[in-house]
């Protein structure tokens, strides 16, 4: 868009152009392939103490299913799964005691999907982790 500009003792011009709004970033898609893999990594790592219903285990290991800490901050859910969880964990006023070892030997990928799969699982609706998002939470921890 071009805009003229009159100024008083005379004319001047003026081009000024809109800049275009910088497309935001796609979000993950939430895949059949991403879910089988996120299932599987899920039985491999997560499911002997959350239980195969996701249900966990009352006091001890917290459940996944619409929870806060599932369907909310996705950074803080990576920083669980990359850093564990220990000292008596209070998830949505519950204490959970037994101790989460960290999980950070898992690649970006597997990671974004097992929480992939976890956020659409069990009742939960939510958006996709993408392993981009895991790389930040990685590289901003070191």
């Given at each position: 868009?071009?805009?003229?500009?009159?100024?008083?003792g005379?004319?001047?011009?003026?081009?000024?152009?809109?800049?275009?709004?910088?497309?935001?970033?796609k979000?993950?898609?939430?895949t059949a392939?991403?879910?089988?893999?996120?299932?599987?990594?899920?039985?491999?790592?997560?499911?002997?103490?959350?239980?195969?219903?996701?249900?966990?285990?009352?006091?001890?290991?917290?459940?996944?299913?619409?929870?806060?800490?599932?369907?909310?901050?996705?950074?803080?859910?990576?920083?669980?799964?990359?850093?564990?969880?220990?000292?008596?964990?209070e998830?949505?006023?519950?204490?959970?005691?037994?101790?989460?070892?960290?999980h950070?030997?898992?690649?970006?990928?597997?990671?974004?999907?097992?929480l992939?799969?976890?956020?659409?699982?069990?009742?939960?609706?939510?958006?996709?982790?993408?392993?981009?998002?895991?790389?930040?939470?990685?590289?901003?921890?070191?």
């Amino acid at each position: 868009m071009i805009l003229l500009i009159l100024a008083t003792g005379g004319i001047k011009l003026s081009a000024q152009t809109k800049s275009k709004p910088k497309p935001a970033a796609k979000p993950a898609l939430i895949t059949a392939a991403v879910m089988a893999n996120g299932k599987k990594i899920y039985g491999q790592y997560c499911l002997a103490c959350h239980m195969e219903d996701g249900g966990g285990v009352p006091n001890m290991n917290p459940p996944l299913s619409k929870t806060s800490y599932v369907l909310g901050d996705k950074t803080r859910l990576i920083k669980v799964v990359l850093n564990g969880l220990s000292d008596g964990a209070e998830i949505d006023g519950e204490t959970y005691t037994n101790v989460m070892a960290p999980h950070n030997f898992l690649k970006d990928q597997e990671i974004a999907d097992v929480l992939t799969f976890i956020r659409n699982s069990y009742g939960n609706k939510a958006s996709a982790v993408s392993a981009a998002e895991v790389k930040t939470v990685r590289a901003a921890k070191k």
